[in-house]
């Protein structure tokens, strides 16, 4: 599989993710950060320093060692400190002398476009706006109908301004006053922002992610998953409201926030919780793409174009990277998508399960890779934890639920662990899908697609399923059958298949 | 990878395993069975019922159909009931003409020996008695220093013996008394059996894993992985007792006990029970790995040979698998093994944790194979469920929270889950090697091996870890030292590496 080393020379931290790209995305592999702040100290002297200069000059020597040992290829750029400083081509020019590595010097709109790329082959969302709040600057991109309309980037990040309004350790009512003031006169200045109402913020970058993680350890949520997160403007005030009544060695006392960021999070925050104050943006997501996979998507998939369905193009990556069989999958989620269609009457399932019929019946045999044995349950945990996108949280654990469901064998699941993601009526819809998918899987046991369509006659008493066949099919019907007892308890009907 | 498909035409069941293999092993992708009872009725008439063999050729068909789709290698067997029925030839014929699948009739000393080759690939025992209860025979085989110093096959199985003593449903006191006669006089046939003293019994088949599922449930015993499991003489006694206790209906309501199986249970864990009784033997195995195992082993792997280290196959396999770094792996195993060493009177661990430590360094990174980030969780989930040979439960478990705690992320470990297995001193062993091996992997971090050796000095108050360098290696012992506090903590020692 083909390698791709991403370098990352931020203002805040340097770092470097290496992927395994196949045709419809990637997998990370390893990923690496060092906290060099080529941003502090730079508003004043307009230079990044010697000191931060030379821990670049050692971080990116390893990074070589890496990418070599990896045969990677490289892609590497340097965002809002190196722009800014009257230095910074002097550090590109020793890394191309010392380590041979092209570094690209991206513009903040490029910027912008690179974090659009990564979320919209991410998230399935059409309209929405793009924060990024990065070290040394924030992206903003205004995008309708997955197309981006506006992209600014301001040249003042969360380092700028932590050091500006001295936000680092107890902040007092007056810099709180002034930082508000200049976010203020800084978003007026991007006409666009209050003219448009997107009704979704989608937020990039480690500090947005790191304010998930704050809000999922606080109430306690379930799966701890930073990737299509939501969030309310009410949890981003209260964390906002958290992290400024501490001083820095509070802080510390705040499960999830990250230590190497804890100076900088008031500043960070403050950003999102004006932006959202500023537009009337009531909901937040962060987002586990970025600029670093926007550079992969752009230069490495699908020719640089975006996705038509994030999802179709995730699941075909997941079953790529775990070498599935993808005739079986596909015609399972046939099989089942006919099944679930045609009993709409039997099952009197309303609201749109498409999403996770298609992730489950898809994914349903992902846990072989793990052991055959029990693969029910290991197809659970990697749904779960494979990093599937273009599907949210609520969706991704049904998904789980239902896909482990397609074995005879018993599945434990928790329903109360995941209660302030689940509706009420999921459980049912689980249930009821669990068995249908059972059947559909059992349709195509031997995996030949020895049946190839299913056709659904309902009456009273009975659901028969007439099946067409491409050979001898005993062995699928049989094995189908198994789960009539279970079908007439759910459905109150007779299960025929002939 | 090369695929191979081993069907076995057992008196009770008929069953084809799907296989990926590798030059160490092979990983299972697909399992079917078809409880066909080709031995039914076979002691009276001699003969294979025309219903069985109509439906072993139906089973066979679909067989040859998942074959065909997966373009695999076959290797079918026939046992016991074709042996013995007047009639098997003519089966294997139609089998032939049919479906040219060519099944090869293998004789009850064979089979031990297939037997034999499966348990002595995955489990790390000298000597033992082993112990096949199928449908139509049971191989019984004396092991010592890893050979096979005796075979021989009985010619009843758990099949006849159910029919010859009506043991399915009800079984009186007379009926229990007969077959016990019997069993007692056929093993009194084996003259090495009472002879012999080897301390354990290791038990093949589907009946004898049923048989651990039960006691599994019944303790509520966790991790719930079959092969290598340990029950005593008295669980196994007990689990008798409960067997017969009951009528068929009645044997519904034991945990575990598989449905298929429950008529022909009493009389097959009647062989166990009384084979411990008259053998003296008081602990019992039961391995996942048996005939067909063996004949994968035998036919495709090592050139037949059996492997001199269970273990180290076993996890070369999980590497090859997981298309895993084996040169990042292998090395960390060896920075590891050089610390934990050199550190005995630091640690004050005891005992032998060689195979844990094996497992853990070389396994630590296996979760990024579902993904990259929370690997270390993904680690532990994996390392219980891949299916590694060679090791005990209580070591693999504790393989696995090692492995989990490889990086700086904490990882939540409920030792209490485990209460039945670990053992008091399990806890500090997993804590302190936790620590190490974060340093060890930390001392690889860009996995250059930038870090060649570590040689360790200890004085009153510190830890010196000297390295010996390829290369510049500034990341690595930085990373590592961000575990210092830990290991302060952790052995009263200050750590210093250079």
């Known amino acids: 599989m083909k390698k791709v080393a991403v370098i990352d020379i931020g203002s805040n931290s340097m770092r470097l993710v290496m992927l395994e790209v196949t045709a419809n995305g990637f997998k990370v592999v390893d990923d690496m950060k060092e906290t060099v702040r080529l941003g502090r100290g730079l508003q004043e002297s307009g230079m990044i320093g010697e000191e931060a200069m030379n821990k670049a000059m050692q971080t990116l020597s390893l990074f070589k060692g890496v990418c070599e040992v990896n045969h990677a290829s490289v892609l590497a750029v340097a965002t809002a400190a190196v722009r800014k400083a009257r230095n910074g081509a002097d550090l590109l020019e020793r890394i191309q002398k010392d380590t041979s590595i092209e570094v690209t010097l991206i513009s903040g709109e490029e910027e912008a476009g690179y974090d659009f790329a990564g979320v919209i082959n991410s998230i399935d969302l059409s309209d ?28 003042v990040g969360s380092l700028d301004l932590t050091q500006r309004f001295k936000l680092a350790d107890e902040v007092s009512f007056g810099q709180e006053e002034d930082l508000l003031k200049f976010l203020r006169t800084a978003f007026a200045k991007v006409k666009w ?34 990737h299509n997160y939501k969030l309310s403007k009410n949890d981003v005030a209260e964390i906002y409201q958290l992290l400024k009544s501490k001083n820095l060695l509070e802080r510390s006392s705040i499960e999830g926030l990250s230590k190497e960021r804890a100076d900088i999070m008031v500043g960070a925050c403050a950003v999102v919780r004006e932006l959202m104050e500023y537009t009337g943006i009531k909901k937040l997501r962060t987002s586990g793409y970025g600029l670093r996979e926007g550079l992969v998507f752009k230069h490495y998939i699908n020719q640089g174009r975006r996705f038509d369905d994030v999802l179709e193009s995730s699941l075909q990556t ?24 045609e009993l709409t009457d039997v099952h009197k399932i309303n609201g749109d399960f498409s999403k996770i019929n298609k992730t489950a019946a898809l994914l349903h045999d992902i846990g072989v890779s793990i052991g055959f044995y029990n ?28 896909a482990a469901s397609h074995r005879l064998k018993k599945f434990r699941f928790n329903f109360e662990e995941y209660q302030l993601l689940l509706k009420k009526e999921d459980k049912e819809y689980a249930q009821k899908a669990g068995i249908l998918l059972q059947i559909a899987n059992s349709l195509d046991r031997g995996q030949v697609s020895a049946i190839k369509e299913v056709v659904c006659e309902v009456d009273k008493k009975t659901v028969m399923m007439r099946t067409i066949k491409a050979r001898d099919a005993e062995l699928e019907i049989k094995d189908a059958m198994q789960a009539a007892e279970m079908f007439k308890k759910a459905f109150g009907k007779e299960l025929v298949i002939i």
Chains 1, 2 share one sequence.
Do not use: Q, W
């Open 318 to 341: 997941v079953l790529d990277m775990h070498h599935e069989n993808k005739e079986h999958a596909y015609h399972v989620y046939h099989l089942y998508d006919e099944i679930f269609k």
């Open 375 to 402: 693969h029910h349950e290991h197809t659970f945990y990697m749904i779960l934890n494979a990093g599937i996108c273009g599907i949210d949280h609520r969706e991704l654990v049904l998904s789980a639920y239902v």
């Open 193 to 226: 922002l209050k003219k448009e109402k997107p009704c979704v913020l989608v937020g990039v970058g480690g500090i947005i992610r790191n304010i998930g993680k704050i809000d999922r350890k606080r109430k306690g949520y379930l799966p701890d998953i930073a």
């Open 128 to 155: 929405f706006v793009l924060v990024d709040i990065g070290g040394g600057s924030i992206e903003l991109v205004l995008v309708k109908g997955r197309e981006i309309k506006e992209a600014v980037s301001l040249a």
